[in-house]
């Protein structure tokens, strides 16, 4: 299936990884993950994936460190991507909207682990994918 969506999850916490990986992959979106930030950015520049899930809170390279690099790169300079962490703090928010370089604030995609389930994470990502 050569029109299958990929999205990058890139996760320390590997109970949430599974569980997403396992929803989105029943529905029909190919799955690859990354442990830590370091690990994420070299499969995302490897793998170009159609979308990057990241958490901000990650072992050897944070997530905002992963997605400035990534922007970067002429590949990840306009790679979708949707922020999920446990990390609520407006200052925080407006830092990563500002390393991720978002246009509008529609596109924007900032998620609180503790305020969305499972269900809701798969909508957004089957949103962004235009599925």
């Known amino acids: 299936m050569q029109n299958k969506k990929v999205v990058l999850i ?46 901000i809170l990650m072992p050897k390279m944070d997530g905002l460190a992963m997605l400035k690099k990534l922007r970067e790169d002429p590949w990840g300079k306009n790679v979708d991507f949707i922020i999920l962490t446990n990390v609520s703090d407006f200052d925080e928010i407006s830092r990563a909207m500002k390393v991720s370089e978002v246009k509008d604030h529609e596109s924007f995609e900032y998620l609180i682990k503790s305020d969305v389930k499972i269900e809701d994470v798969v909508e957004k990502v089957k949103k962004k994918l235009g599925i």
Do not use: F
């Open 10 to 55: 890139a996760e320390d916490e590997a109970t949430l990884r599974g569980a997403i990986k396992d929803e989105l992959t029943r529905e029909g979106i190919s799955v690859i993950e990354a442990k830590n930030g370091e690990e994420g950015l070299r499969i995302a520049l490897s793998e170009h994936p159609d979308l990057i899930m990241i958490d």
